[in-house]
C-alpha cells in the first residue's frame, strides 16, 4: 500500500508552504479512499511518496488517469492567503491504494 | 481553527522528506481530534501551518505541552528508509482546534 502526493516544482513555494499543500493534499487523497483501504495502509506504515509535476495541466492529466484507475485521489487549491493567487492548484493526493496500482498512475515521477 | 505541525529543522531532510513527514504528523494529529473539532476544521479550510523546532527534546517538551493543554497530538517517528535511522523522531502535529489554544503551545516558533 502507499500514497503518492504529487506537488508542483514550478511555482517555487517554500518548504513549508510545499509541506502544508502536501499534508492538505494527503489528507483529502485519506478522506476519498474506503475505510479498508485507510486501515490496511495505517497498518502498514502508511507510506507516503512526495514526486514532482511540472504544471496546473500535468496535475488535471494524473488526476483523470487516477479517476480512470479507480483510485482515490484529491487535487488542492490553494487558499491564498500566502506566496500563492487563490485558487492555484497546487497538489494532487493519489490513494491510499496498491502500491501497483498507483505506481500505474504516478510512477514515471522523480521524487520531490 | 488551526493544526499546527512543528518539524526538526536539525535533521537537514530534504523538501520532499520533511513534507511526507509533515502530512503524516497532519493525519495523524487529525485522528486523535474529536469528530466535532475535524468537521470544524475542515469547514473553515483547515489551515495548516508548518514551524521550526531545533531537537527532539523540544518536540516531546512542546507534546507535554499540546497534552496538558488537552489538544489532539501526534509524535511522528521515521520508519528509517531513507535518510534518517528508524525511529528517528522528526514532527509534531497539534490540532486541529481554536487558534488560541494551538498558539498556546506552538505560537512562538517560527515558520518554516
Chains 1, 2 share one sequence.
Do not use: C
Not at 499534508?23 to 506504515?45: F, I, N
Not at 502508511?46 to 480512470?68: H, Y
Amino acid at each position: 500500500m502507499k500514497q503518492t502526493i504529487v506537488a508542483r516544482v514550478d511555482l517555487g513555494m517554500g518548504e513549508g508552504k510545499l509541506a502544508a499543500q502536501v499534508a492538505h493534499a494527503s489528507l483529502s487523497a485519506y478522506e476519498e479512499a474506503d475505510r479498508r483501504a485507510q486501515k490496511r495502509w495505517k497498518g502498514d506504515g502508511q507510506t507516503k511518496v512526495v514526486v514532482k509535476a511540472n504544471g496546473e495541466s500535468q496535475i488535471f492529466e494524473l488526476a483523470e488517469k487516477a479517476r480512470a484507475e479507480g483510485l482515490a485521489h484529491a487535487v488542492v487549491r490553494d487558499a491564498g492567503r500566502t506566496q500563492l493567487d487563490a485558487g492555484t492548484v497546487t497538489a494532487l493526493g493519489v490513494g491510499p491504494a496498491d502500491t501497483e496500482i498507483v505506481d500505474k498512475v504516478t510512477g514515471d515521477l522523480s521524487l520531490y
